[in-house]
């Protein structure tokens, strides 16, 4: 079968990510990701999700969901993504991204699954493991694949789960013939990994509860001042770039991908700084790198209606090429097509 190619999609390479509408948005999540796809937008043709059905992974709230997911929208844009240029879609409203994950699932031996870091770590801390906390790498690995994605921007945690992605669609290729574009891994030069302020042997996350471990997209400039003059150290009174313990090191990362420094200019800088003017310094760049995201995310949550019909365009927008990829993808497996 002719791959046909709607309109909407040119010629340009396709980039597609995502990210889950849980917890609060911290900047890993926009150092890692979201701060790339802005860079991207204008050299690819992109599609952001935010990923509601990897979300339900686990349980959530059914109404914090909802708004969680309006929410993590407004962020994407508000952070610089071009709706005109770039399409946001929730997973969920283009059915093909399940219907894609069950065809998969059915080429993808279970024994690649169950080796997944990320299955062993979450399903470790849950009494009871759903299927689906499972097949979640499967469903990432549909969502790439079904826009024939060239290229995947993440953070340096999702490697595996890319990995994973180019194993399914290269055996999906050798059974069923060449179908599915092989996807290059994407990662920020700096900022691939922020580490927790509290813990910086640990990666940031959504999941963790510690007020001083993640600084929220949404911190209010008075709680990141907080959060980073009390962010772990090391006993060294001032920084040393030799010797520079994780927690230094985590903080010099932050402050570079937030300002674009040279490693040049952070060594002038701060060779032999003290750590409380070193906090300081990475406290006032991340509230001005957040303050105008900030801005921008009341400006459009204070918008009825704009977000709703900008999700909707982008879906009705994607879904033609989606549906063409799920009936290649079927014809080749011999299912009945319309
Ligand atoms: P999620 O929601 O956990 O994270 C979203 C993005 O943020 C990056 N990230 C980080 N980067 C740097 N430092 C950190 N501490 C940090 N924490 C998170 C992640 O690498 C990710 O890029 N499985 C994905 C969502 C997903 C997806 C996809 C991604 C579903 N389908 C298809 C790419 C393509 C996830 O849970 O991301």
New binding site residues.
Partial sequence: MKESRPSYFSMKPRV?????PTGSLHI??Y???LKNWVRMQYDYECVF?I?DL?AITLYQDPKELKQKIEQTAAIFLAAGIDPKVSSVVVQSTVKEHAELCWLLTCTTPIGWLERMTQFKDKSSKQESISDGLLQYPVL?AA??LLYKANA?P?????MQ?LELTRDIAQRFNAMYGETFVMPETKLPTV????MGLDDPTK????SETNPGHAISLLDEPSVIRKKIMRATTDSNPQVDLETAGPGVLNLLSIHQAFTGWTDEQVKQHFQGLRYGDLKKTVAEAVVAGLEPIQQRYLQIMAEPGYLQGVLREAAERVRPFAAETVRLVKDRMGIYTD
């Fill in positions: 597609l990510s995502g990210i889950q890993g999540n150092l890692g990701a999700c990923v990897h990432m969502d790439i995947v993440v953070g340096e945690d999702q789960h900022g691939a990994r922020v990666k940031m996350s959504k």
